[in-house]
Each structure stands twice: as structure tokens, then as C-alpha cells.
């Protein structure tokens, strides 16, 4: 029976799965090696080793609606696109609303997690951690979940440049970036086209001379600010939507996506076009590259061919003289330096793990790993479905098959990855949100039933399935169920709304002089028809009448 759980870490991740043990009668210890929560949204004026960093300026690219917890809507009059400040103050109140705070123990690290002589009869561990002195101490628990993230060891790959030990000018990895204040009236060359690049290098241009933006294979570029100004991901992430890429052909909505894509900007005439189709990789996230690449100050170019001083050239024969500053937006490499080696399974590029969470080799499913998941949807939600699931097989709720099962499907799980996306050793995981959400939920007994809704709640049946897949859903019915969901999904819109209603806009009235002014000119366009028609075929309008009556006999 476990009751004495480990977490690893106290980003997002690691709050909700002290929740989620909690809420099962569970006893978690959270040990985070920082001085506050938040994970990744700490931010740091340094970035500190073996930590996840960000800068000054960044801003979630995940709509509030679709990123928060399932029973704590973030305020209605946060912004939807939300700061890292604002999203730290969101993740306090909900470990202050749940008393998350007596269970975290900060500055603290883990140094070692290792199975017990016994494991094979108890299942325990024992963890090693080390306090802000450099004291050790060593625990003993039932079971441990690791939520230290994957933005963690940024991937430098210096031997990929030739030249760059002769480049004279400062160059650093983006995990290192903190803000433009170094870039003003430089030369810049950022190279990675993800979101973090797309970033910085627009951030940068704002007061350097000239800033280079470097890709390898291109991107896809998309707007959060979608049409009628919705956020992108809550007017597309819908179930109707999710069903219609379960009927019709992925290359059916390649090419619809990238039509509509492509009618915003060309993205062959802004030189972003990538070789892959628009679903087999995350978009990039990026409202105001467009405009610097429009307006010159970002210029795109291919992949670095080689560094010669504080000249760059590139594959096309092109060169950049007098380059001062290379970013390198070259992403991160990802591992769980704590763990045994022996307790992860390999497949493919990635790290083997069942439904994503749990490792396949262990004779006892007492280890967890939750939030290592990238899908076109919010991490968050994710992180807190795979605690949710977590918690319910550590109480043995959810019996988990087999070990050879287990392998079977992971290798099954790959193969899917590797043929429906392009996935890389730094990038090696990718699934389908909603239906990767949907299958958790149906284990936890908590995925929403839409005939169920069809027949008895038809208006929350509409919400849900044309509306976006938000995390409340998975609160309706079921093991945790909320009663507040409803309310909940009948609002989220309102929260959409309310920060943008910062002043009452001048309604257009409608006057009686102005309804007799229109309909009077309605009139006078008819009856100019009427006499245009008479005038130049006397026959017509007779003939037209003469069939609308019938004659009398």
C-alpha cells in the first residue's frame, strides 16, 4: 500500500500531483531545489545550473482558459495571454487554495533516487536530498514522482559550427538569455527558429542594428490572435474539430491549414517554409515575426555553414560581416541524472515510458514521471490528467498491465510518433491532445460521455462539443468530480472576455429617423427596379403576375 509519496519538483507538474496524491489519502513531500515554486516560471536574473530558465519579457503562448487547473479557473480578469509573473501568482494561489505549502520543502535537491534492498517485496525507494548547507539526509518512500521538467540542459552543439572557437564577438545559449539590453545597436545572429528563437529574435531587433534568424528546415508561424480576435487554441481545440481529424485524410487539413496559414503571410515569400506539413511539427507561436521579417529587421536565413571571426556563413553562400552576438536557440536535452539507469526503458529517441508516465521494467509500478509531454495543447492539463492516473495506481485503483504489455505498447506508441510526426533526440515526444487526455480520463472512470450529455444536459452537450476542450470537462462526472465544472465551461468565454472590457465602446443606435431613412431608400431602389424592368420588358412583370394568380375560369 503506498502512502508516503516523493515529488520531485514543485513546478506545475509537481503541484498537482501533490494534489492528486492527496486527495487519495496520500502523504507526498515535494523537495524543490529553488527558494520558491513555480518551476520553469521562477524567473532568475541569473539562470542557475540544473534549472529551467526564462527571461524578462516572457509571455505564455497558451491561452488561460485552456492552461489551467480543472477546479481552479485562474481569474477572470487575469489577461488571456499571461506573463510569467502573472502565471507565478496563479500557481501560489492554487497551492495556498489546496495547502499544498506544508508539503514543499524548498532548496532542496534530490540527489539520488535508488530501489531498496527490499524493493522486491516493498516496492519503496530511498531518496538522498541536500539542503541549502550541503547537509544530506535520506528518506524512505512508498513511491516517487519525478516532475523536474525538460527545459532543464540546454543542447550547445558547438561542434555543429566549424569556426565558432574563432568568433570574436559573445555568443550563449537561450536559456542564458535574459532580455536585449546587450543587443542594442548589434549585430545578431540567433540561431533555432522555435518559439524561443522566434522570441528573441524579435524582442532583439527592437534595438539592434540588423538581427539574423537562422533555420535549418524552416517553420510554420501562426498567430495566437485568431479570427474575430479569439485565442488561437480555444476557438480551434474543440471536440468537433478533433473528431473531423478522426474522419477525414491528415493531408485534407495539411493543406486547408496551411491555405489558411499562408493567406495571413506567404510563408514561401517570407522565406519560412518549412519542409515538413503543418501538423507533423508544433507551430511556431508568433504574432510579431511576420512584421519584423516585413518591416527588415529580422532577416531569415538558412542553416550556419561555417564561422570565420566575426563573419558568418551560411549554407547558401550568403555572409553576415561584423556579427557581435550569437544566440543559440538550438533547444535542450532532457534525462533524469537522479534516477538509475536500470529504471528507464529505451525506445527510439526517447525515454520509454507507458501512456507516458510510467517505466515498463520494475517489478513494482511505484515511479512516476508526469509532465514530460509536448501535444498541440497545454502542458499543464496534461501534467494534471497524468497525476490524476498517477494517483489512482499508486492506491491500486488502476491495475497496470504487464510489463511485456507495457513494452508492446510503448514500442506500438513510437512508431505512431515517428509516422504522423518529425521528432528528434531533442524533440522526441509528441502525441494528439485531446486524444491522449481522452484515454487517461477513460482509465481514471472521468472522460465526459457525449451521448450521456446528448440526453441529459443538452446545453453543457453544446459546450462541449463545439466548444474548447478546456481541463473542466474532465470534471464532470467521475472519481473528483467538481461541482463547479458546469458553471465552470458556461463561463470560460466570460473569463475570455473580462480583461478586454477596459472601457465601454459607443454603441451605434438605431433611431426611427434613420430606420424610415433606409426603408424609404429600400423602397425607392425597389420601385426604380420595378420601372427599369417595366420599361424595358412590358411583357415581364404581367407574365410574372399572371402566374403568381391563376386565372378565373
Known amino acids: 500500500m503506498v502512502h508516503k509519496v516523493a515529488v520531485i519538483g514543485a513546478g506545475p507538474s509537481g503541484l498537482t500531483s501533490m494534489k492528486a496524491c492527496l486527495e487519495e489519502g496520500m502523504l507526498p513531500t515535494c523537495f524543490e531545489s529553488s527558494d520558491d515554486i513555480g518551476g520553469l516560471w521562477k524567473f532568475k536574473e541569473v539562470s542557475e545550473p540544473n534549472r529551467a530558465s526564462i527571461y524578462r519579457s516572457l509571455t505564455i503562448n ?8 480543472s477546479d481552479f479557473p485562474i481569474p477572470a480578469d487575469y489577461p488571456n495571454y499571461m506573463h510569467h509573473s502573472k502565471i507565478l501568482k496563479y500557481f501560489r494561489m492554487y497551492a495556498e487554495h489546496f495547502k499544498l505549502l506544508k508539503h514543499i520543502r524548498l532548496q532542496t535537491s534530490v540527489k539520488s533516487v535508488r530501489q531498496r534492498s527490499d524493493f522486491s517485496r516493498t516496492g519503496q525507494w530511498e531518496v538522498v536530498t541536500e539542503d541549502r548547507d550541503g547537509q544530506e539526509e535520506r528518506h524512505v518512500f512508498d513511491a516517487v514522482i519525478c516532475c523536474s521538467g525538460h527545459y532543464t540542459y540546454p543542447n550547445l552543439p558547438l561542434k555543429d559550427f566549424p569556426g565558432i572557437d574563432t568568433f570574436e564577438g559573445k555568443y550563449f545559449h537561450s536559456w542564458d538569455y535574459k532580455g536585449p539590453e546587450d543587443m542594442y545597436g548589434k549585430r545578431v545572429v540567433v540561431i533555432g527558429i522555435g518559439n524561443s528563437g522566434g522570441d528573441i529574435a524579435v524582442e532583439g531587433s527592437r ?9 535549418r528546415r524552416g517553420a510554420w508561424v501562426i498567430r495566437q490572435v485568431s479570427d474575430n480576435g479569439l485565442p488561437v487554441d480555444m476557438k480551434y481545440n474543440t471536440r468537433f474539430v478533433h473528431i473531423l481529424f478522426q474522419l477525414l485524410p491528415m493531408r485534407f487539413f495539411n493543406w486547408f491549414g496551411e491555405k489558411k496559414v499562408n493567406a495571413m503571410y506567404d510563408h514561401t515569400m517570407y522565406a ?3 519542409k515538413h506539413r503543418l501538423f507533423s511539427q508544433i507551430p511556431v507561436i508568433n504574432d510579431d515575426l511576420p512584421f519584423k521579417i516585413l518591416s527588415g529587421a529580422v532577416i531569415v536565413k538558412p542553416n550556419v555553414k561555417e564561422i570565420q571571426g566575426s563573419t558568418v556563413v551560411f549554407d547558401d553562400g550568403s555572409v553576415v560581416e561584423k556579427v557581435d552576438i550569437i544566440v543559440f536557440a538550438t533547444g535542450y536535452n532532457y534525462g533524469f541524472p537522479y534516477l538509475p539507469s536500470s529504471a528507464m526503458y529505451k525506445s527510439g529517441y526517447r525515454v520509454g515510458l507507458y501512456k507516458h508516465v510510467f517505466p515498463p521494467n520494475l517489478e513494482h509500478p511505484t515511479l512516476a514521471v508526469v509532465g514530460f509531454i509536448h ?6 492539463a496534461q501534467a494534471e490528467m497524468q497525476a490524476r492516473w498517477v494517483a489512482c495506481a499508486f492506491r491500486g485503483y ?6 511485456q504489455a507495457m513494452i508492446k505498447a510503448i514500442e506500438n506508441d513510437t512508431k505512431i510518433i515517428d509516422k504522423n510526426y518529425i521528432v528528434s533526440k531533442l524533440t522526441p515526444l509528441h502525441v494528439d491532445f485531446v486524444t491522449y487526455m481522452d484515454d ?23 459546450r462541449v462539443f463545439w466548444g474548447p476542450v478546456t481541463a473542466y470537462q474532465y470534471r464532470l462526472m467521475g472519481p473528483g468530480k467538481w461541482e463547479g465544472a458546469r458553471s465552470a465551461i458556461f463561463t470560460q468565454f466570460d473569463r475570455m472576455y473580462q480583461p478586454l472590457k477596459t472601457r465601454q465602446p459607443a454603441e451605434q443606435e438605431t433611431s426611427v429617423a434613420t430606420g424610415l431613412i433606409k426603408l424609404s431608400l ?4 425597389g420601385g426604380a427596379a420595378v420601372y427599369y424592368v417595366h420599361v424595358h420588358h412590358p411583357t415581364a412583370i404581367p407574365s410574372l403576375l399572371s402566374k403568381i394568380h391563376p386565372q378565373t375560369v
Open 207 to 215: 534595438v539592434a542594428e540588423q538581427v539574423y534568424l537562422s533555420t
Open 375 to 380: 501535444a498541440f495543447g497545454a502542458i499543464i
Open 522 to 525: 429600400t423602397i425607392m431602389a
Open 62 to 69: 497558451t491561452s488561460k482558459e485552456m492552461m489551467c487547473f
Open 440 to 462: 487517461l480520463a477513460g482509465d481514471i472512470g472521468v472522460r465526459p460521455s457525449l451521448l450521456w450529455l446528448f440526453f441529459t444536459d443538452y446545453p453543457l452537450f453544446k
Open 272 to 274: 519560412l517554409k518549412p
Open 398 to 403: 488502476k491495475k497496470l498491465p504487464s510489463n
